[in-house]
């Protein structure tokens, strides 16, 4: 079958990749529609250490094709989007509703598929990109069948990450002020996480001034090409600064932007050694910096939530798909993405 492999030193779209079928507790999904995000690209320019080879993709939907021993909320012929949580659901993190700290979850890649005989990784206990991939049942949530899988797929990372942060990180309420650094795929969504909490003011800023009509279209009530620009909107600072870029000087700049109680999140990925500094006598207004791994998500409750908000028009799906791509067409793609020119680019197969 077909996939995206990176050995090390190259990406490839080969057809020679074999998966097995589901163990116990397992789901076997046929992949229709897969996001490409910079997490991906961050294995490839080596920002995100992973080992080699390895199917790459993580934000993906399809069709279960088959099922393991013990799994009984999906069957074959249901339509499902996949989350990267493979955690366990018995340890005390689990217990406590949050899976993103699920020690099972983190740093445990698997190697489901093979090529002429030898394994291969799976990203982010997914890879997407590929015609069928092997999940863990928890992995696997049902949406409805009305949902076209080219935007369901982008629930599996950039909505969970974006709005989760709004919602289940930095718990944004009616009436707070936000900032958003970067208007990509997970900065839109962050937006729109902004918009359902029902934030006042709503300010993106991206170096790049043609964003300003979708990140408005998102939710954004200003848009700015610089954040030195904020102050003028929020003189006193921001209830909540969202950094999705992943720069440790724009890191610097969410701190400095903030007003008292304020929260600076940290959603953008730099390289693993990365340091970043502040002021200390700047935070004991009760400020802080949170991280956030994957909106803080529970995605068997969250995936459902945001497919139910997308079928009553309140959560945007289809705006953020600016491209389709075969997966022939992967190099393409990731051109796109590396140069800016897409939101989110979607590979089909």
Do not use: W
């Given at each position: 079958m077909r996939?995206?492999?990176?050995?090390?030193e190259?990406?490839q779209?080969v057809?020679?990749?074999?998966?097995?079928?589901?163990?116990?507790?397992e789901?076997?999904?046929?992949?229709?529609a897969a996001?490409?995000?910079?997490?991906?690209?961050?294995?490839?320019d080596?920002?995100?250490p992973?080992?080699?080879?390895?199917?790459?993709?993580?934000?993906?939907?399809?069709?279960?094709?088959?099922?393991g021993?013990?799994?009984?909320?999906v069957?074959?012929?249901?339509h499902?989007a996949?989350?990267?949580?493979?955690?366990c659901?018995?340890?005390?993190?689990?217990?406590?509703?949050r899976?993103?700290?699920?020690?099972?979850?983190?740093?445990?890649?698997?190697?489901?598929?093979?090529r002429?005989?030898r394994?291969?990784?799976?990203?982010?206990s997914?890879?997407?990109f590929?015609e069928?991939?092997?999940?863990?049942?928890?992995?696997?949530?049902?949406?409805p069948?009305?949902?076209?899988l080219?935007?369901?797929?982008?629930?599996?990372c950039?909505?969970?990450?974006?709005?989760g942060a709004?919602?289940n990180?930095a718990?944004?309420?009616?009436?707070?002020?936000?900032?958003?650094?970067?208007?990509?795929?997970?900065g839109?969504?962050?937006?729109?996480?902004?918009?359902?909490?029902g934030?006042?003011?709503?300010?993106?800023?991206d170096?790049?001034?043609?964003?300003?009509?979708?990140a408005?279209?998102?939710?954004?009530?200003?848009?700015?090409?610089s954040a030195e620009?904020?102050?003028?909107?929020?003189?006193?600072?921001?209830?909540?600064?969202?950094?999705?870029?992943?720069?440790?000087?724009?890191?610097r700049?969410?701190?400095d932007?903030?007003?008292?109680?304020?929260?600076?999140?940290?959603l953008?990925?730099?390289?693993?050694?990365?340091e970043?500094?502040?002021?200390?006598s700047?935070?004991?207004l009760?400020?802080?910096i949170?991280?956030?791994?994957?909106?803080?998500?529970?995605?068997?409750?969250?995936?459902?939530?945001?497919?139910?908000?997308?079928?009553?028009g309140?959560?945007?799906?289809?705006e953020?798909v600016?491209?389709?791509?075969?997966?022939?067409?992967?190099e393409?793609?990731?051109?796109?993405?590396?140069a800016?020119?897409?939101?989110?680019?979607?590979?089909?197969?």
């Amino acid at each position: 079958m077909r996939g995206v492999v990176f050995d090390g030193e190259r990406i490839q779209v080969v057809d020679d990749l074999d998966v097995r079928e589901p163990g116990p507790g397992e789901v076997l999904v046929a992949i229709a529609a897969a996001g490409l995000c910079h997490s991906d690209l961050s294995v490839v320019d080596g920002t995100i250490p992973f080992p080699a080879p390895v199917v790459l993709g993580h934000e993906g939907a399809g069709v279960v094709e088959a099922i393991g021993a013990g799994v009984g909320h999906v069957a074959p012929g249901d339509h499902v989007a996949l989350s990267t949580l493979a955690n366990c659901g018995t340890c005390p993190e689990c217990d406590r509703g949050r899976p993103t700290m699920c020690r099972q979850a983190i740093g445990r890649p698997g190697r489901p598929f093979s090529r002429a005989g030898r394994p291969v990784h799976q990203f982010a206990s997914n890879s997407a990109f590929a015609e069928r991939t092997v999940v863990k049942a928890v992995q696997a949530v049902p949406i409805p069948k009305d949902i076209p899988l080219t935007s369901a797929a982008l629930i599996g990372c950039g909505v969970l990450t974006g709005v989760g942060a709004v919602l289940n990180r930095a718990r944004v309420d009616r009436g707070d002020s936000v900032v958003v650094i970067g208007t990509g795929g997970i900065g839109l969504n962050v937006l729109q996480g902004a918009r359902l909490a029902g934030a006042l003011r709503i300010v993106a800023v991206d170096a790049n001034p043609a964003k300003e009509t979708v990140a408005r279209r998102f939710g954004a009530t200003d848009f700015l090409t610089s954040a030195e620009g904020v102050r003028e909107l929020l003189p006193t600072g921001a209830d909540h600064v969202f950094e999705c870029v992943g720069r440790t000087e724009l890191i610097r700049q969410a701190v400095d932007l903030l007003d008292r109680h304020g929260q600076a999140v940290l959603l953008g990925v730099p390289p693993a050694t990365a340091e970043a500094s502040f002021l200390v006598s700047s935070m004991y207004l009760d400020k802080s910096i949170l991280g956030c791994r994957y909106g803080s998500s529970r995605p068997q409750r969250d995936i459902a939530l945001y497919a139910g908000l997308y079928r009553q028009g309140r959560l945007l799906l289809d705006e953020l798909v600016t491209e389709t791509y075969p997966v022939e067409d992967f190099e393409k793609a990731r051109a796109d993405a590396e140069a800016g020119r897409v939101a989110r680019g979607v590979l089909t197969f």
